[in-house]
Every structure is written in structure tokens, then in C-alpha cells.
């Protein structure tokens, strides 16, 4: 074999092999703090929903807890409305809804829900903020982590730990507080007699929400976030987004403020690498749309402040469209978010009229298959039914049965009227009897009608058959 035939075989060692990583290593990110229209509405946010987070679980609402979500006894309590597990449909109706409103916002302004929304990026904050409080910015922060050990750096180190896992215990504690009763689990808590499982999921949640926002942080919405890969099928170019408006920073450069940069040949970019230094992901919004990119809009009001000190025009980093970059005209009302839009307001208007017209109560008829029907001595026509009654709201309800639909029918009910706890399934044994000179039909219908003593307008009716001879 010529030593050229040897040279050109792939398997042969060469001295331009290339060793090649397949996981970069991390490295840390200090986002700087910023200021500004688009960090006011993060903090709203935040606030908004670490107050609902934390605090509604401590509101009450008619005796009870307002928002509980009652594993064990299988119902859940929102305000005044309970729901079991044969509520089902409407659990589904919300997922739906979720789902849509994702893709709706998504198609019309990007990423809204990871920038403002998403608990990773709520959570993260708050971490991020504490950590300011105790380390200090940027600078201050990159500087303890350069410094060698020392007591200080323990100290504050630790100190900021410390209140990470207070925060994040606190957390995991307001989490199973919306399973079990809060004021309950604060009792049990100072007395020292927490379940095991309790115990088991406080330090679950807790440890995920120290280790998620104080250590992962980007390494989630990068790498772990199923949302970010699939993004770009929810995209188009009329899609709002944070872009780098290149026609007008290109060529980027440092100057003077007040300078004639335009006749060195610069853009409005001064490279101050600002929008870079925000980015709690790290990344450069000047390389173009990428997938790390969660829409927060950081990078935003930094650029913005600096084009303001600067007396350039502000939005060389803006909420825009792939079209708007192109010189072309946005269109934000298109068939996509026409139908997303239509289909949420249907679905939306559906799920708060079955909720609205719902009764909190069902009755099955189970009709006895052993016999078609039975004759008494007096001649009647008599039909054997199972009523399996569930009494879907929060307390003890009597009932009081009857039927109609045939004249004449009679109700035989041996119980008389029936009491039912809370969330409790009853079957009852009853029997219809008919004169048969009433009955058209081998098969008529006939409706059995239940209704509370105990809650006023609770009432049902429910369409059986009844079976019998024709003479």
C-alpha cells in the first residue's frame, strides 16, 4: 500500500485529528441587573403570581379552605365550587384551553409565557434578587466568586444559601398547602407531627426549587424545556419577537457620545455588550433569533437606556417582526390567530356555561334485566330499577324521589326519602308500577325526578324506559 493510499484511509491516524466534546461545560452566568418599561412588567408579574402562589392557600371560603385540592377524599374545592372526579370533563376543557392560549400567544408575540410567566423564569428571579441583596450586582458577585476561601466569602455564601432554602422550603410547604389544608399542616408543623409524606414532598418541591433557580436556572429553559424545540413551529414572520435591528446597528463600534459616527462609517451599536451582560441565558441577541432566546426583553431596556444616554433613537433591540426587519408590512391578525382566537372563545365560553349550568348531582338508572316487567295481583304493570345516586356537592343532602311521564305511574320506595353524604355514591332498590291501560307502547318513557329537602333548587331528572304489555 503508497504511503498516499495510506494518507487518504479514514481509519489511519493522522496529526489533524480533532478531539471533539459532546456536552459543553457550563459557565456561570451573572446577569446584570436592569431597569427599565419591560422590568416593571416582569416584577408585576412576579408579584402577581408568587401572591397567588403563596397567599391564596391561607384565604377562606365558607368554613373551609377556598382553593383545595383534596387528594384523598377525591374533590376539589374552588371557592364555592366542588368537583369530583366524575367532574372530569372540565379538568380536561381547562388543559385544552392551556394548551391553546400557549400557541395563541405564542403565534402573536413569541415567547410571553418563558419571559413573564413560566415558574422557572418567576422563580428564578426572586432567587436572582435575593442573591443581589446579600452578594451584591454583577461585579460584586463575579468578584467573590474569583476571590480565594475565606471567612468572609463563607459567610455570604452561606448566608445567601440560607435564604434560598428558607425561600425554597417556605415554597415547598405553600405547594403541599394546596393539597392539604394550610392551617392544618402549620399545626402539625409547630407540633412537630408532619406525615411522612408531608414531610417526604415539603423537601421534595423545596430541594427542586433551590436546586432549579439557584443552580440550573438557564440550564432548564435550555436544555431540559420541551417548549424551546418545538417554538419555531408556532413561528412565522409575522410572529412579534426581540430582534436586532442589523440595517441599523451594523457596523458596531465604540465612540464618543455627540461624535460623527456615521461618517466613520459606524452604526447606532456601540458594542457595549450590555444586552449581552443582561441576558439571564447568556446569549447575544445581535447573532439573530436562537432557541435560548425566553422573550423576557431584557435586553430590551438595556439598549434602550444606553441609546437614551447616548441621543440615539430608542428600539435598535424592540418587539418587532421578521417582515418589519425586512421592510415589509406585519400582519398581526392572520388566519392562525383568527382561528386560535375563535377556538379559545369557545371553548372558553363553553367551559363557563356547563360550569354555570351544572348541577351537583347525577342519578343512573339501572333497569332489573332478570324480567322484562311483572304483574301484581291488582293487574298493575310493575318495572325493578337500581338507582345509583352521587351527591357531588360538599355536605349531606336528603332526597325525595317521584316520577312522572306515564299517568298514573307510582313510585314504590321503600326508604322513603334518602339521605346521602357528601361525596357518597348510594345504590337504591325501587320499583315502578303502571296501570297497563295507561301504557301505548311496549317500551315508554318515563323520567324519574330527584330533589333535595336540604338545598333549595337542587333537583334532577332522568329519562329511563319502562316496559310493559299493550292491550
Known amino acids: 500500500m503508497s504511503a498516499d493510499t495510506e494518507n487518504r484511509n479514514p481509519l489511519a491516524s493522522t496529526s489533524d485529528d480533532v478531539e471533539v466534546a459532546l456536552y459543553k461545560k457550563r459557565e456561570k452566568i451573572y446577569p ?57 370533563i372540565y379538568l380536561s376543557m381547562l388543559l385544552i384551553i392551556a394548551a391553546l392560549s400557549l400557541f395563541f400567544f405564542t403565534a402573536l408575540a413569541g415567547r410571553l409565557w418563558c419571559g413573564y ?31 480565594p476561601l475565606s471567612g468572609r466569602k463563607l459567610a455570604i455564601k452561606g448566608a445567601k444559601h440560607l435564604a434560598w432554602l428558607t425561600f425554597a422550603l417556605w415554597t415547598g410547604y405553600t405547594f403541599v398547602g394546596w393539597f392539604t389544608p394550610i392551617k392544618t399542616l402549620a399545626s402539625e408543623t409547630l407540633a412537630l407531627s408532619l406525615g411522612p409524606w408531608e414531610t417526604f414532598w415539603i423537601l421534595f418541591y423545596g430541594l427542586a426549587t433551590w436546586g432549579n433557580a439557584g443552580f440550573l436556572r438557564e440550564q ?49 451599536c456601540i458594542n457595549c455588550q450590555i444586552c449581552v451582560q443582561v441576558c439571564p441565558t447568556g446569549i447575544d441577541i445581535r447573532e439573530g433569533l436562537q432557541y435560548q432566546c425566553i422573550g423576557c426583553a431584557a435586553c430590551v431596556d438595556a439598549c434602550d437606556d444606553v441609546m437614551d444616554k447616548m441621543g440615539y433613537p430608542k428600539g435598535l433591540v424592540r418587539y418587532t417582526t421578521e417582515n418589519a426587519l425586512e421592510g415589509k408590512k406585519t400582519h398581526l391578525l392572520r388566519p392562525r390567530v383568527i382561528v386560535y382566537a375563535s377556538l379559545l372563545a369557545v ?91 295507561n301504557l301505548t307502547t311496549p317500551s315508554s318513557k318515563i323520567v324519574f325526578v330527584i330533589e333535595s329537602l336540604s338545598s333549595q333548587g337542587l333537583r334532577l331528572e332522568q329519562t329511563g324506559r319502562f316496559l310493559g304489555p299493550v292491550l
Not at 382553593?67 to 368537583?83: E, M, Q, S
Not at 432548564?220 to 417548549?227: D, G, K, Q, S, T
Not at 409575522?238 to 466613520?264: F, M, N, V, W
Request: aromatic share 10%.
Open 32 to 88: 446584570r441587573e436592569v431597569h427599565g418599561i419591560f422590568a416593571v412588567l416582569r416584577n408585576l408579574g412576579m408579584v402577581s403570581l408568587l401572591g397567588i402562589f403563596y397567599g391564596l392557600p391561607w384565604i377562606d371560603w365558607g368554613g373551609r379552605q377556598a382553593v383545595l385540592f383534596d387528594l384523598p377524599a377525591r374533590k376539589f374545592h374552588i371557592f364555592g365550587l366542588t368537583l369530583w372526579p366524575q367532574d372530569f
Open 117 to 147: 410567566a413560566c415558574p422557572q423564569t418567576v422563580w428564578t428571579e426572586i432567587f436572582m434578587w435575593i442573591e443581589r441583596k446579600i452578594e451584591g450586582d454583577r461585579k460584586d458577585q463575579m468578584k467573590l466568586d474569583k476571590a
Open 220 to 268: 432548564v429553559c435550555i436544555y431540559m424545556c420541551p417548549y424551546a424545540r418545538f417554538q419555531s413551529a408556532m413561528f412565522d414572520k409575522d410572529t412579534l419577537l426581540i430582534a436586532y435591528d442589523e440595517k441599523r446597528g451594523e457596523p458596531r463600534g465604540a465612540r464618543k457620545r455627540g461624535s460623527d459616527y456615521q461618517a466613520k462609517g459606524l452604526g447606532d
Open 347 to 437: 371553548l372558553f365560553g363553553a367551559l363557563i356555561t356547563a360550569l354555570a349550568v351544572r348541577v351537583p348531582l347525577e342519578m343512573d338508572i339501572i333497569r332489573d334485566r332478570s324480567a322484562l316487567y311483572q304483574e301484581t295481583s291488582e293487574g298493575l304493570v310493575e318495572n325493578v330499577y337500581t338507582l345509583k345516586i352521587i351527591n357531588m356537592t360538599d355536605k349531606e343532602q336528603t332526597y325525595r324521589l317521584s316520577v312522572k311521564g306515564i299517568e298514573g305511574a307510582e313510585l314504590i320506595n321503600r326508604e322513603g326519602d334518602v339521605s346521602v353524604a357528601s361525596g357518597a355514591v348510594m345504590d337504591l332498590p325501587v320499583r315502578v308500577r303502571v296501570d297497563p291501560a
